[in-house]
């Protein structure tokens, strides 16, 4: 079956800590990005790839940093520097042509305390 | 910047009712793409619907469907004979048609209840 995954599904850390949340993609997309949910927002974009070892920043990277080695994998580092990173994270993949929706993984919610 | 926007927190509707959620955007750009997603739940994006704005037909997906006024930059969902699976947040998206600039731009989500 072709999807997305993210584990794990729940993740808890220690302020200063690092933590790295895995999202792989066998959709043969080459677009990937991340999205934050936090209660009563939106999705925000925090970055997004578009090929193999190219990736932008969104509207919400401080504190986050992403690597892109192959088309399936897009892994988002949660680093010490991120002020308020206890949220939902949720990864999506697409072709990169015109009207194609994004999918979406099941997400992981981090939580740091 | 594109902006999205949806004034409706909360909605409810009975079951097997009628409800519409409204969303609005922001842009310059005379060519896009309007999405619905749907998060049960379970937290899963769920694509609901979407419409080029190229097209002047409202596009429709089986009980789902949108009312896209393109001067009034508005794109409302209606859903027809709610059903109880039908709860969940919705959310409205926006993306730019150029090649290189695919993200999607939500907005804060409307939250619908259905009451049996």
């Known amino acids: 079956d072709g999807g997305i995954t993210q584990s794990p599904k729940y993740l808890f850390r220690k302020e200063g800590q690092n933590v790295t949340l895995s999202c792989e993609q066998n959709l043969n997309h080459d677009a990937m990005y991340w999205y934050r949910q936090d209660p009563g927002q939106g999705l925000r974009l925090i970055y997004y790839?578009?090929?193999?070892?190219?990736?932008q920043k969104g509207d919400i990277a401080e504190g986050y940093s992403v690597s892109r080695e192959k088309k399936e994998s897009f892994p988002l580092t949660v680093t010490s520097a991120q002020k308020n990173p206890t949220a939902f994270y949720l990864c999506?993949?697409?072709?990169?042509?015109?009207?194609?929706?994004?999918?979406f993984g099941p997400g992981t919610r981090l939580t740091v305390t | 910047a594109q902006t999205v926007t949806q004034s409706q927190p909360e909605m409810s509707v009975q079951e097997a009712e009628t409800v519409t959620l409204s969303c609005t955007y922001d842009t310059s750009e005379s060519d896009y793409y309007l999405f619905w997603y749907k998060q049960p739940p379970s937290r899963q994006m769920i694509l609901v619907i979407r419409?080029?704005?190229?097209?002047?037909q409202n596009a429709t997906e089986n009980r789902f469907s949108v009312n896209f006024q393109k001067a009034a930059k508005s794109f409302s969902l209606k859903i027809s004979d709610s059903q109880l699976g039908d709860a969940a947040m919705y959310f409205c998206?926006?993306?730019?048609?150029?090649?290189?600039?695919?993200?999607?731009?939500f907005g804060t989500g409307t939250r619908l209840t259905i009451i049996p």
């Open positions: 419409q080029e704005a190229y097209k002047q």
């Open positions: 998206a926006y993306r730019s048609p150029n090649f290189g600039n695919e993200k999607l731009t």
């Open positions: 790839s578009q090929i193999v070892n190219d990736f």
């Open positions: 999506a993949s697409s072709y990169r042509e015109n009207s194609y929706e994004q999918y």
